[in-house]
C-alpha cells in the first residue's frame, strides 16, 4: 500500500468519543470543517450547541460551545498520507489557525514521523500526522 500510514493501533481507535468546548461554534465550525477535511473527518452531526465530526458516519471528536474552555490540549489526528498532513496544515491556516509547526519529519518522536501543528481557535494545539516512510 503506496504511501499508506501504518497506526501503531492497526486502524483501531482508543477512545470512544472526545468533547472539546469552543468558544464560539461558528469558528470552530469552519475551522474543524476545512482542517479536518483533508484527512477525510467531516462534520457528521449537530445537535444543542455541539457538533460531531468523524468517519463512515461515527461522530468521534464533539466540538460544543461553552463558556468554560479547558486548558489548551494537545489532539493528534491520524494521516492517511503525507501529502494529507500538508493539505491539513495547508486548510488549518487559511482556515484561521495558527502555525505551530510546519509539515516535516519529527525524528525525535520515531523517524518516519511526518507531522504538522496548528494552534485552533481557543489555543488548542491540533496535528495531522503521518507515520510512514515514504
Request: hydrophobic content about 40%; proline content about 4%.
Amino acid at each position: 500500500m503506496q504511501d499508506e500510514c501504518v497506526s501503531m493501533f492497526k486502524g483501531d481507535m482508543i477512545f470512544d468519543h472526545l468533547v472539546l468546548s469552543v468558544s464560539n461554534l461558528n469558528k470552530s465550525r469552519e475551522f474543524y470543517s476545512a482542517a479536518l477535511l483533508p484527512l477525510g473527518i467531516e462534520l457528521i452531526k449537530e445537535d444543542d450547541g455541539c457538533m460531531g465530526f468523524g468517519k463512515n458516519n461515527k461522530a468521534s471528536l464533539w466540538i460544543c460551545s461553552d463558556k468554560i474552555i479547558q486548558k489548551p490540549m494537545h489532539i493528534a489526528f491520524i494521516a492517511n498520507t503525507r501529502n494529507s498532513v500538508d493539505m491539513f496544515h495547508k486548510a488549518a491556516l487559511a482556515a484561521g489557525g495558527k502555525d505551530n509547526g510546519n509539515p516535516g519529519i519529527r525524528e525525535q518522536y520515531h523517524p518516519n514521523y511526518y507531522g504538522a501543528f496548528i494552534i485552533d481557535p481557543d489555543g488548542h494545539n491540533i496535528e495531522a500526522v503521518c507515520r510512514n516512510a515514504v
